[in-house]
C-alpha cells in the first residue's frame, strides 16, 4: 500500500533519492531558463523591430533631407535667374525700332527696349550662365526660360524646343503661372520639352516678373535629373525584400521601383494607408514595416519598406546565441546537480549501507563516521548509538541463553534415570538371592562407578578412555540384565583415548542402540564401540546388526526419548546440541542405517592433537 | 559509479537532443533560403532595344522579389540563330531550377526547347511560341488582342475612300500573323479595304523600301499599318519622306524613341505597345512557381497598352514608354 502510494508522487518513481534531487534540480532549472529565454527572445524581437524602426528612419530622413537639398538649390537658382537683369532684359525688353544703334544693350532703366542682334546677345548671355550651372551641377538635366512659345533659352543654348511641343499647355509651365511667383515642384515626369531628348525628371518652375506689372507670363524651369533621386532611394538597402518609395503631396508616385507593375495592376501599394497614417511607421499583416518620412519644404513622403522576418535574421542570431548559452547552462547545472546532490546523499547512502549489514547481523562494520553536523550526521550519531545498544542486548540475550542451556545440560548430565537405578537394583537383589556374588560384585561395581562418574560433574571434558570407561560400566550392566541377547566389543585406538571430549555423548549413543536396535532383534545382538582419527577429525561410533530404522524414523530421531522413562536421561538431540555448541555447527552426530541389517551412529569431532590432550 | 555514468549519459543525450535540434532547424532554415538559379534567354541583349531591356529590367525585378538568382543570355542581336541555340545548350549544362526561354526561331528552335524539358529542366516560353506547343507555361503577348487594338482603332478614321496596306515584319511568323489577323477583325467588315500587305524581314531600310513600293503600286492607299517597330518607323519615314503625312493615316506596333517622334509629329495616329517590362517580370515569375513544383496557367498575357498622342505623356504610360 505504502508502495503504491509514494509512486503516485512526483519523482516517486525513481528509486534514488539522488535521481530524484537531479530531476527536481534538472526541472527547476529548466523551468527557469525557459523563461529567461522567452522573456529575452521576445525582448530581442522588440528591440529588433524598434531599433529598425529608428535605423530605416533615419535613412530615409536622410532621402528627405537629400531631397530637400536638391530642391533648395534648385529653387536658389531659380530666385537668381528670376532677378537676373540679362534675363529679365532678354526676356520683357521691348523690341528697338530698326537701328536704334549699336548701344542698344545699355539701357537706362530696367526696361527699355533691344534689337534682334541685342536680344541675341542676351540670349548668349543666359546660355553661358545656364551653361555654368549645369556644368558644375550633373543632376541638373534641363534648364531654361520661356516667354510663351515666343522666346527662349534652353540649356547650354544650342538645343532646340521640340516642335510638336505648345510649351504653354506644359503642366509645369501652367502651374507656375498659377503659383504666381512661387516655385512649383512637379512629379517625376518624362520632360519632353527638348527635341529629341525625353529624361525622366523632377521640374521646378518659377513664373518671372519683369518690373512692369504689365509684362507678359514668362517661365523659368529647371530640371532635376530623376536618376539623383533613383539612386537615393535605390542605395539604400532595406534587405532583400525591403525597398523605399516616394510620394508627392497628393499621394502621386515619384518614384517607385516597381512603377510599371503598380500601373499594370500586378502589384499594389499601400499608398492611402501611407497617407493617413500620421504615426512614424506600422506594420502590415502581411509582416511588412513601413517607416514613413515627410519633407515640410516639398511636401514629398520618403517611404521605408522592410520585411520583418528578414529585419529578425539577425535577432534570429541572437537567439542562436542565447539557445546556445541556455544549453550549455543547463548542462553545467545538471553536472553540478549532480555532485551536489551526490554529496548530500553520500552519508544517507552511507547509512543505508550499515543499516543492511546491520539487517545481515554483521554489527563490526555497521559503525559510521559522523561527517557533518546536521541532521543527517545526527542521524547517523543516533544509529551508532542504537546500533551498539542493540549489539549489547543481543550480546546479554546470547550470554543468557548460554548459561540458561549449560545449566540445563548439567542438570540433565548429573541424572541418572531412576528407573535404570531401580531396574539394575532390582537384578542386583534377584542375583544375590540366587546366591550369584560374582554377578552381584560386577554389577554392583559397575552402578558405582557410573554414578561416581555423573556425580563428578564439575568438569565438562574428559578423556576419551574415561567416556569409553563409563560407557563399559553402563554396557556391563545392561549386559548381565539382556544375559543372551547383548554382546559388546570396544574398538577404540590407543593414539585417541587419551584426548579429550565433552562427556557423556557416547553412553546416550549405546542406549539409543540397545533400546531400538537389539531389544526388538531376535537373537543376540552385537554392539561395536569404535574410536580412531582420519583427515584431521575424530571419529566415534556405535555400530549395532539390531533391526536397523527406515527414513521415517530416522527423521525424528533426535526428538524422541528426551523423556524417555528407560533411558539414562540424556537424549540424542542434547548430545547433538552440545557438541554443536562446544565445537561448532559443523560437527555433530549422524545416523547410517538399513533396516534389518544394522545402524551405525557417528560422531565427528575436531581433532586438535595436543592441545586437545591438556585439557 | 553506477550513477555517474548515468548522469553522463543524460548528459551526452542532452547535448545530442540540442545538436539535433539546432541542425534540424538550421536545415530548415538552409532549405527554405536556398536561392533558385534561373536563366532567361532573350531573343537579344540589346542596350539599345527598348523591348529586350524593358523585358530585362521586368525580369531583374522579379529575380529581386522572388530572391533568386537570375542569369540573362542573349545573342547580340535577333538574327544570330546559331549563337542564341548555343546559349541553350549551355543552360542546359549548368542546370538551372528553370529556364525561361524566348524562341529566336519559329521552327528550328523547337528542337532544343524540348533538349531543355528531356533535362528535367521547368521551361517558360517567353514572347512567342514556337511551331509546336512546349514548355509549361507561355507568357507573351496577345499579339491578336493588340492587333485588335489598332483595327477598332483605326476603323474611326475609315470612310468610303480608304484603302489600306499593311506592312508586316517577317512573313509567316506568328506575331506577323497574329497581329495582322486581330487589325482585321478589329476593322471588321472594313478589313476589304485592305488591298496589299508587305514583310519588311525587321529591317528599318527594307521597311521603308517595300512602303515606297507598295505606295506606288497603290497610290489611292490612305492608311497604313506596321506590325513591329521596324515595319511601323520605316513605313512612317518613307511616308513623311514622301510628303504624305497629311494624306496618310498611320497606326504602328511597339514603341521605341523614333516611334514617339512620330506619334508627338502626328505621323502615327497611334501605337499599340506592349508590356514588355511586365512581361520579363512575369516569366521570371512563372519561372520560379514551375521551379516550386507549383500549378502554372498555360498561357499568360503580358498585355498591351494602345498610345495616342494625347496620353503619351499620362502617369502610367510615359514609365512603359520611356523606360528609364
Same mark, same amino acid.
Given at each position: 500500500?505504502?508502495?503504491?502510494?509514494?509512486?503516485?508522487?512526483?519523482?516517486?518513481?525513481?528509486?534514488?533519492?539522488?535521481?530524484?534531487?537531479?530531476?527536481?534540480?534538472?526541472?527547476?532549472?529548466?523551468?527557469?531558463?525557459?523563461?529567461?529565454?522567452?522573456?529575452?527572445?521576445?525582448?530581442?524581437?522588440?528591440?529588433?523591430?524598434?531599433?529598425?524602426?529608428?535605423?530605416?528612419?533615419?535613412?530615409?530622413?536622410?532621402?528627405?533631407?537629400?531631397?530637400?537639398?536638391?530642391?533648395?538649390?534648385?529653387?536658389?537658382?531659380?530666385?537668381?535667374?528670376?532677378?537676373?537683369?540679362?534675363?529679365?532684359?532678354?526676356?520683357?525688353?521691348?523690341?528697338?525700332?530698326?537701328?536704334?544703334?549699336?548701344?542698344?544693350?545699355?539701357?537706362?532703366?530696367?526696361?527699355?527696349?533691344?534689337?534682334?542682334?541685342?536680344?541675341?546677345?542676351?540670349?548668349?548671355?543666359?546660355?553661358?550662365?545656364?551653361?555654368?550651372?549645369?556644368?558644375?551641377?550633373?543632376?541638373?538635366?534641363?534648364?531654361?526660360?520661356?516667354?510663351?512659345?515666343?522666346?527662349?533659352?534652353?540649356?547650354?543654348?544650342?538645343?532646340?524646343?521640340?516642335?510638336?511641343?505648345?510649351?504653354?499647355?506644359?503642366?509645369?509651365?501652367?502651374?507656375?503661372?498659377?503659383?504666381?511667383?512661387?516655385?512649383?515642384?512637379?512629379?517625376?515626369?518624362?520632360?519632353?520639352?527638348?527635341?529629341?531628348?525625353?529624361?525622366?525628371?523632377?521640374?521646378?518652375?518659377?513664373?518671372?516678373?519683369?518690373?512692369?506689372?504689365?509684362?507678359?507670363?514668362?517661365?523659368?524651369?529647371?530640371?532635376?535629373?530623376?536618376?539623383?533621386?533613383?539612386?537615393?532611394?535605390?542605395?539604400?538597402?532595406?534587405?532583400?525584400?525591403?525597398?523605399?518609395?516616394?510620394?508627392?503631396?497628393?499621394?502621386?508616385?515619384?518614384?517607385?521601383?516597381?512603377?510599371?507593375?503598380?500601373?499594370?495592376?500586378?502589384?499594389?501599394?499601400?499608398?492611402?494607408?501611407? #497617407?493617413?497614417?500620421?504615426?512614424?511607421?506600422?506594420?502590415?499583416?502581411?509582416?511588412?514595416?513601413?517607416?514613413?518620412?515627410?519633407?515640410?519644404?516639398?511636401?514629398?513622403?520618403?517611404?521605408?519598406?522592410?520585411?520583418?522576418?528578414?529585419?529578425?535574421?539577425?535577432?534570429?542570431?541572437?537567439?542562436?546565441?542565447?539557445?546556445? #548559452?541556455?544549453?550549455?547552462? =543547463?548542462?553545467?547545472?545538471?553536472?553540478?546537480?549532480?555532485?551536489?546532490?551526490?554529496?548530500?546523499?553520500?552519508?544517507?547512502?552511507?547509512?543505508?549501507?550499515?543499516?543492511?549489514?546491520?539487517?545481515?547481523?554483521?554489527?563490526?562494520?555497521?559503525?559510521?563516521?559522523?561527517?557533518?553536523?546536521?541532521?543527517?550526521?545526527?542521524?547517523?550519531?543516533?544509529?551508532?548509538?542504537?546500533?551498539?545498544?542493540?549489539?549489547?542486548?543481543?550480546?546479554?540475550?546470547?550470554?543468557?541463553?548460554?548459561?540458561?542451556?549449560?545449566?540445563?545440560?548439567?542438570?540433565?548430565?548429573?541424572?541418572?534415570?531412576?528407573?535404570?537405578?531401580?531396574?539394575?537394583?532390582?537384578?542386583?537383589?534377584? #542375583?544375590?538371592?540366587?546366591?550369584?556374588?560374582?554377578?552381584?560384585?560386577?554389577?554392583?561395581?559397575?552402578?558405582?562407578?557410573?554414578?561416581?562418574?555423573?556425580?563428578?560433574?564439575?568438569?565438562?571434558?574428559?578423556?576419551?578412555?574415561?567416556?569409553?570407561?563409563?560407557?563399559?560400566?553402563?554396557?556391563?550392566?545392561?549386559?548381565?540384565?539382556?544375559?543372551?541377547?547383548?554382546?559388546?566389543?570396544?574398538?577404540?585406538?590407543?593414539?585417541?583415548?587419551?584426548?579429550?571430549?565433552?562427556?557423556?555423548?557416547?553412553?546416550?549413543?549405546?542406549?539409543?542402540?540397545?533400546?531400538?536396535?537389539?531389544?526388538?532383534?531376535?537373537?543376540?545382538?552385537?554392539?561395536?564401540?569404535?574410536?580412531?582419527?582420519?583427515?584431521?577429525?575424530?571419529?566415534?561410533?556405535?555400530?549395532?546388526?539390531?533391526?536397523?530404522?527406515?527414513?521415517?524414523?530416522?527423521?525424528?530421531?533426535?526428538?524422541?526419548?528426551?523423556?524417555?522413562?528407560?533411558?539414562?536421561?540424556?537424549?540424542?538431540?542434547?548430545?547433538?546440541?552440545?557438541?554443536?555448541?562446544?565445537?561448532?555447527?559443523?560437527?555433530? =552426530?549422524?545416523?547410517?542405517?538399513?533396516?534389518?541389517?544394522?545402524?551405525?551412529?557417528?560422531?565427528?569431532?575436531?581433532?586438535?592433537?595436543?592441545?586437545?590432550?591438556?585439557? | 559509479?553506477?550513477?555517474?555514468?548515468?548522469?553522463?549519459?543524460?548528459?551526452?543525450?542532452?547535448?545530442?537532443?540540442?545538436?539535433?535540434?539546432?541542425?534540424?532547424?538550421?536545415?530548415?532554415?538552409?532549405?527554405?533560403?536556398?536561392?533558385?538559379?534561373?536563366?532567361?534567354?532573350?531573343?537579344?541583349?540589346?542596350? +539599345?532595344?527598348?523591348?529586350?531591356?524593358?523585358?530585362?529590367?521586368?525580369?531583374?525585378?522579379?529575380?529581386?522579389?522572388?530572391?533568386?538568382?537570375?542569369?540573362?543570355?542573349?545573342?547580340?542581336?535577333?538574327?544570330?540563330?546559331?549563337?542564341?541555340?548555343?546559349?541553350?545548350?549551355?543552360?542546359?549544362?549548368?542546370?538551372?531550377?528553370?529556364?525561361?526561354?524566348?524562341?529566336?526561331?519559329?521552327?528550328?528552335?523547337?528542337?532544343?526547347?524540348?533538349?531543355?524539358?528531356?533535362?528535367?529542366?521547368?521551361?517558360?516560353?517567353?514572347?512567342?511560341?514556337?511551331?509546336?506547343?512546349?514548355?509549361?507555361?507561355?507568357?507573351?503577348?496577345?499579339?491578336?488582342?493588340?492587333?485588335?487594338?489598332?483595327?477598332?482603332?483605326?476603323?474611326?478614321?475609315?470612310?468610303?475612300?480608304?484603302?489600306?496596306?499593311?506592312?508586316?515584319?517577317?512573313?509567316?511568323?506568328? +506575331?506577323?500573323?497574329?497581329?495582322?489577323?486581330?487589325?482585321?477583325?478589329?476593322?471588321?467588315?472594313?478589313?476589304?479595304?485592305?488591298?496589299?500587305?508587305?514583310?519588311?524581314?525587321?529591317?528599318?531600310?527594307?521597311?521603308?523600301?517595300? +512602303?515606297?513600293?507598295?505606295?506606288?503600286?497603290?497610290?489611292?492607299?490612305?492608311?497604313?499599318?506596321?506590325?513591329?517597330?521596324?515595319?511601323?518607323?520605316?513605313?512612317?519615314?518613307?511616308?513623311?519622306?514622301?510628303?504624305?503625312?497629311?494624306?496618310?493615316?498611320?497606326?504602328?506596333?511597339?514603341?521605341?524613341?523614333?516611334?514617339?517622334?512620330?506619334?508627338?509629329?502626328?505621323?502615327?495616329?497611334?501605337?499599340?505597345?506592349?508590356?514588355?517590362?511586365?512581361?520579363?517580370?512575369?516569366?521570371?515569375?512563372?519561372?520560379?512557381?514551375?521551379?516550386?513544383?507549383?500549378?502554372?496557367?498555360?498561357?499568360?498575357?503580358?498585355?498591351?497598352?494602345?498610345? +495616342?498622342?494625347?496620353?503619351?505623356?499620362?502617369?502610367?504610360?510615359?514609365?512603359?514608354?520611356?523606360?528609364?
Amino acid at each position: 500500500m505504502e508502495r503504491g502510494k509514494s509512486r503516485g508522487r512526483l519523482f516517486g518513481g525513481f528509486r534514488s533519492v539522488r535521481s530524484s534531487m537531479i530531476c527536481s534540480f534538472a526541472g527547476l532549472i529548466m523551468f527557469a531558463l525557459l523563461i529567461f529565454l522567452v522573456v529575452s527572445l521576445n525582448y530581442t524581437q522588440d528591440t529588433v523591430l524598434d531599433n529598425s524602426v529608428d535605423y530605416t528612419s533615419q535613412l530615409i530622413g536622410q532621402v528627405n533631407e537629400d531631397i530637400d537639398s536638391y530642391i533648395s538649390y534648385m529653387e536658389n537658382i531659380s530666385m537668381i535667374v528670376s532677378i537676373n537683369s540679362d534675363v529679365n532684359n532678354f526676356l520683357f525688353a521691348e523690341d528697338a525700332p530698326e537701328g536704334a544703334g549699336e548701344e542698344g544693350l545699355r539701357l537706362p532703366s530696367g526696361s527699355g527696349s533691344v534689337d534682334d542682334v541685342g536680344r541675341q546677345r542676351l540670349a548668349e548671355q543666359v546660355a553661358v550662365m545656364f551653361r555654368t550651372l549645369m556644368d558644375t551641377r550633373q543632376d541638373i538635366t534641363n534648364i531654361g526660360i520661356f516667354l510663351g512659345n515666343e522666346r527662349y533659352v534652353l540649356n547650354r543654348g544650342w538645343e532646340r524646343v521640340n516642335p510638336y511641343v505648345d510649351v504653354t499647355q506644359l503642366s509645369w509651365y501652367q502651374e507656375a503661372l498659377q503659383a504666381e511667383g512661387g516655385a512649383v515642384i512637379s512629379t517625376s515626369h518624362v520632360q519632353n520639352v527638348v527635341y529629341d531628348s525625353y529624361d525622366w525628371v523632377v521640374t521646378l518652375s518659377r513664373r518671372i516678373r519683369g518690373l512692369d506689372k504689365s509684362d507678359p507670363d514668362s517661365v523659368f524651369f529647371v530640371d532635376l535629373n530623376y536618376n539623383s533621386i533613383n539612386s537615393l532611394c535605390e542605395k539604400l538597402h532595406l534587405g532583400d525584400k525591403g525597398y523605399v518609395f516616394i510620394l508627392d503631396k497628393q499621394g502621386g508616385l515619384i518614384y517607385h521601383p516597381r512603377q510599371q507593375l503598380l500601373y499594370s495592376g500586378l502589384k499594389t501599394e499601400r499608398i492611402s494607408e501611407v #497617407m493617413a497614417c500620421r504615426e512614424e511607421s506600422f506594420l502590415t499583416e502581411d509582416q511588412y514595416l513601413y517607416t514613413i518620412s515627410r519633407s515640410d519644404y516639398t511636401g514629398w513622403t520618403v517611404v521605408g519598406v522592410a520585411y520583418v522576418p528578414e529585419l529578425l535574421e539577425h535577432a534570429d542570431e541572437a537567439k542562436n546565441i542565447y539557445v546556445l #548559452m541556455a544549453g550549455i547552462l =543547463l548542462l553545467v547545472a545538471l553536472f553540478l546537480a549532480a555532485i551536489l546532490s551526490d554529496q548530500i546523499t553520500r552519508p544517507i547512502k552511507t547509512l543505508e549501507g550499515s543499516m543492511k549489514e546491520v539487517e545481515r547481523g554483521d554489527f563490526a562494520h555497521a559503525i559510521i563516521r559522523e561527517t557533518q553536523d546536521n541532521e543527517i550526521g545526527r542521524l547517523s550519531g543516533s544509529f551508532n548509538r542504537m546500533t551498539e545498544q542493540i549489539q549489547n542486548l543481543m550480546e546479554e540475550t546470547r550470554k543468557v541463553q548460554q548459561a540458561k542451556r549449560e545449566s540445563e545440560l548439567k542438570v540433565l548430565q548429573s541424572q541418572i534415570n531412576p528407573h535404570f537405578l531401580y531396574n539394575t537394583l532390582d537384578s542386583i537383589i534377584w #542375583m544375590a538371592e540366587w546366591g550369584k556374588n560374582k554377578e552381584v560384585v560386577v554389577m554392583t561395581s559397575s552402578l558405582a562407578k557410573l554414578l561416581r562418574q555423573s556425580i563428578s560433574n564439575d568438569q565438562e571434558l574428559v578423556q576419551i578412555s574415561q567416556e569409553v570407561a563409563y560407557t563399559e560400566s553402563y554396557l556391563t550392566i545392561q549386559k548381565m540384565r539382556y544375559r543372551d541377547k547383548l554382546e559388546y566389543e570396544i574398538l577404540v585406538k590407543k593414539e585417541i583415548r587419551e584426548l579429550a571430549v565433552i562427556k557423556l555423548i557416547l553412553q546416550p549413543l549405546v542406549e539409543n542402540a540397545i533400546y531400538h536396535g537389539i531389544k526388538y532383534k531376535k537373537g543376540k545382538g552385537l554392539i561395536r564401540i569404535l574410536g580412531y582419527r582420519e583427515a584431521g577429525c575424530i571419529y566415534l561410533k556405535v555400530q549395532d546388526d539390531g533391526v536397523g530404522m527406515d527414513a521415517e524414523t530416522m527423521s525424528h530421531i533426535y526428538e524422541k526419548h528426551v523423556q524417555d522413562t528407560r533411558s539414562n536421561g540424556v537424549g540424542l538431540r542434547n548430545v547433538q546440541e552440545r557438541i554443536a555448541l562446544y565445537y561448532g555447527p559443523e560437527y555433530g =552426530l549422524s545416523y547410517e542405517s538399513v533396516p534389518g541389517v544394522g545402524t551405525t551412529a557417528t560422531i565427528r569431532l575436531p581433532d586438535r592433537g595436543e592441545e586437545q590432550r591438556n585439557i | 559509479m553506477k550513477g555517474y555514468r548515468r548522469m553522463a549519459g543524460l548528459g551526452l543525450l542532452l547535448v545530442l537532443a540540442l545538436a539535433i535540434g539546432i541542425g534540424v532547424y538550421r536545415g530548415k532554415r538552409h532549405r527554405e533560403s536556398r536561392t533558385l538559379d534561373i536563366i532567361l534567354i532573350q531573343k537579344a541583349i540589346d542596350e +539599345t532595344n527598348d523591348f529586350w531591356s524593358s523585358i530585362h529590367e521586368g525580369a531583374k525585378m522579379a529575380a529581386r522579389e522572388y530572391g533568386v538568382n537570375l542569369t540573362v543570355w542573349g545573342p547580340g542581336s535577333e538574327r544570330e540563330v546559331e549563337e542564341a541555340h548555343a546559349l541553350i545548350e549551355e543552360a542546359i549544362a549548368q542546370k538551372p531550377d528553370a529556364i525561361a526561354l524566348a524562341p529566336i526561331s519559329y521552327e528550328e528552335t523547337l528542337a532544343y526547347a524540348r533538349r531543355i524539358e528531356e533535362a528535367g529542366i521547368p521551361l517558360i516560353v517567353v514572347d512567342s511560341v514556337m511551331a509546336e506547343p512546349v514548355g509549361r507555361c507561355v507568357v507573351a503577348t496577345d499579339n491578336v488582342e493588340g492587333g485588335y487594338k489598332m483595327g477598332t482603332y483605326m476603323r474611326q478614321f475609315v470612310d468610303e475612300n480608304t484603302v489600306i496596306g499593311i506592312v508586316g515584319h517577317v512573313q509567316g511568323s506568328s +506575331t506577323a500573323r497574329e497581329r495582322e489577323q486581330g487589325f482585321r477583325q478589329g476593322l471588321g467588315e472594313d478589313q476589304e479595304k485592305i488591298v496589299d500587305v508587305v514583310f519588311c524581314e525587321s529591317s528599318f531600310a527594307l521597311a521603308r523600301e517595300v +512602303t515606297r513600293k507598295m505606295l506606288e503600286e497603290h497610290p489611292e492607299i490612305n492608311m497604313i499599318a506596321g506590325l513591329n517597330e521596324y515595319s511601323s518607323v520605316g513605313a512612317a519615314e518613307a511616308v513623311r519622306d514622301l510628303g504624305l503625312e497629311d494624306r496618310i493615316h498611320m497606326v504602328g506596333f511597339d514603341s521605341s524613341k523614333q516611334e514617339i517622334q512620330l506619334l508627338e509629329a502626328g505621323i502615327f495616329d497611334a501605337i499599340v505597345i506592349q508590356r514588355a517590362f511586365n512581361m520579363g517580370y512575369l516569366s521570371i515569375e512563372k519561372a520560379v512557381w514551375a521551379a516550386r513544383g507549383e500549378e502554372l496557367p498555360e498561357y499568360e498575357d503580358a498585355g498591351t497598352v494602345l498610345i +495616342t498622342k494625347e496620353n503619351i505623356y499620362t502617369e502610367e504610360n510615359q514609365k512603359l514608354l520611356f523606360p528609364f
